[in-house]
């Protein structure tokens, strides 16, 4: 089993930056890709950016060129690094770990709160 651990959100004004981070530990053999989604009230998760065990990146369109995503393997640890922050970007954020060793299996975080104030 695996824990994911999200810290870093707050509150910050439009313009602003935040990093997020999410440590996880257990059987972290078992993650491959990492990444972080975001829930707004009354819908579905979304993805915001992810990164694989080889550094591959993918970015939701809406945050290319302001979030950086990065990973340090030997500390199984994930950060979102968000710049040029807009309301929009406000939400409930969750760590994410793709379970390669059993489908449907992945793991998420608790969630870290973003409010970006206009």
């Known amino acids: 089993h695996v824990q994911l651990v999200e810290s870093g959100g707050g509150l910050v004004q439009a313009g602003g930056s935040l990093r997020l981070s999410c440590a996880a530990s257990?059987?972290?053999?078992?993650?491959?890709?990492m990444g972080w989604y975001r829930q707004d009230p009354g819908k579905q998760r979304e993805l915001v950016a992810s990164?694989?065990?080889?550094?591959?990146?993918k970015y939701a369109d809406s945050v290319k060129g302001r979030f950086t995503i990065s990973r340090d393997n030997a500390a199984n640890t994930v950060f979102l690094q968000m710049n040029t922050l807009r309301p929009e970007d406000s939400g409930l954020y969750y760590c994410?770990?793709?379970?390669?060793?059993?489908?449907?299996?992945?793991?998420w975080g608790h969630g870290t709160q973003v409010t970006v104030a206009s």
């Open positions: 994410y770990g793709e379970n390669v060793w059993r489908v449907g299996a992945d793991y």
């Open positions: 257990g059987s972290t053999f078992e993650i491959n890709n």
């Open positions: 990164i694989n065990n080889g550094g591959d990146r």
